[in-house]
Each structure stands twice: as C-alpha cells, then as structure tokens.
T-cell receptor
Framework: GAGVSQSPSNKVTEKGKDVELRCDPI?????LYWYRQSLGQGLEFLIY????????KSGLPSDRFSAERTGGSVSTLTIQRTQQEDSAVYLC???????????FGPGTRLTVL | GDSVTQMEGPVTLSEEAFLTINCTYT??????LFWYVQYPGEGLQLLLK?????DKGSNKGFEATYRKETTSFHLEKGSVQVSDSAVYFC????????????FGKGTKLTVNP
C-alpha cells in the first residue's frame, strides 16, 4: 500500500484480556517502530525492528508487552492481561533504512474497560 | 537522558498572524531534529527536519533552524492559515545512537478566520 496501515483502528477490551495490534509497513521499508500516545505520557517509544530483529526494546513498559516481526514486513504488538493504564493510541512507523525518515500509520486506539 | 521541551499550549491565533512555537532539547550526542504535525483525525506527518547545526528545515511555509548554541529548534511561520490548525510535535533522534524518536509534549494550534 501507499502508507503504513494498522489494524484494528479501534479496540475495546476488558481488563485482563490479551490483545494483538497489527502493523503493515510501507513496502520495502526495513525499519519498523512502535510508539504509544497517551494523554498523561505524550508520545513514547516502545520498540523498534531492523528486519526481524529488535535491537532496542527499552520502551516496553512491562513483560506483559511483546512484539514480533516476520518476513521483514508485518509486525504484531501483543499486550497480555491488559490493564486500564494500557489505554492509549498505539502508533506504528516505518522507514526505508535504519536512519531514514519515519512515516507513521493512523494508529490503533485501545480502550481497556 | 535525552529530552525535548516545547512551549505549553494551546496557542490561538488569527489568520495571517505570525507563529512561533518554541522547542529546546537536551541530548548527550548530536541529534537530528524534527517537527511533526498531527491534523485533526489524522496520523502524524513529518513537517520538516534538520540534521546538523545551522541547518534550516522548511516546508509548507514553516521554517525551523537548528541552533546548537541555544539547543533550540523553534518552529515559525510568517502567516498562518485556518488549515494550519493542528498539534505540532518537536522531536529528536540521536545520530549514531538508538533510532527512537524522542518527542516533546505537543502544542495545539488553533487558527481562527
């Protein structure tokens, strides 16, 4: 596609459930990033991938959060046993190369009840 | 740690007014600097960037100059339009370090006709 796509666009879940968020980067982009946007914390880095490897996972808030990337393309961010403080907009970005400009998707709005 | 500080919003201007949004940074190395914009209901878009001291980034009538001596990257536009109403984020990436974007809190701009 022309841009970064994310699904679902909105997700409402109950506390304690697991959720999976998907990101499709721009075709040919080797680097992929996950960020979180919340009212209290602003925009925060979570993790990035170069190919299928994740050199920097320092932003993942807890071990309930994990991410993977397969085939150097699609990435999935998984949150286990969701908590209310996980409610936020989860943004994915990709760049052609590791130090290239990052292009963002529209985000997934997660609401944990 | 590395951080970005933006002027608090919201900012409300009349059409054709001059805009300045202040941004200063703290970084252990030599960052690249960015302004991203988020229009209502849309995703983050790269507005402009600068990668070394004294570089000027420009796009859509907006400008920002990388000032190493004052660690600043203020966003300016000579004559704003209603369509410029959005949230503006200043950000940095450390060159040669982690590839994550570090964002400021964002400044909401409203331009009235």
């Amino acid at each position: 596609g022309a841009g970064v796509s994310q699904s679902p666009s909105n997700k409402v879940t109950e506390k304690g459930k697991d959720v999976e968020l998907r990101c499709d980067p721009i075709s040919g982009h080797t680097a992929l990033y996950w960020y979180r946007q919340s009212l209290g914390q602003g925009l925060e880095f979570l993790i990035y991938f170069q190919g299928n490897s994740a050199p920097d996972k320092s932003g993942l808030p807890s071990d309930r959060f994990s991410a993977e990337r397969t085939g150097g393309s699609v990435s999935t961010l998984t949150i286990q046993r969701t908590q209310q403080e996980d409610s936020a907009v989860y943004l994915c970005a990709s760049s052609r190369t590791l130090r290239g400009d990052q292009f963002f998707g529209p985000g997934t709005r997660l609401t944990v009840l | 740690g590395d951080s970005v500080t933006q002027m608090e919003g919201p900012v409300t201007l009349s059409e054709e007014a001059f805009l300045t949004i202040n941004c200063t940074y703290t970084a252990t190395g030599y960052p690249s600097l960015f302004w991203y914009v988020q229009y209502p209901g849309e995703g983050l878009q790269l507005l402009l960037k600068a990668t070394k001291a004294d570089d000027k980034g420009s796009n859509k009538g907006f400008e920002a100059t990388y000032r190493k001596e004052t660690t600043s990257f203020h966003l300016e536009k000579g004559s704003v339009q209603v369509s410029d109403s959005a949230v503006y984020f200043c950000a940095l990436v450390l060159q040669g370090g982690s590839e994550k974007l570090v964002f400021g809190k964002g400044t909401k701009l409203t331009v009235n006709p």
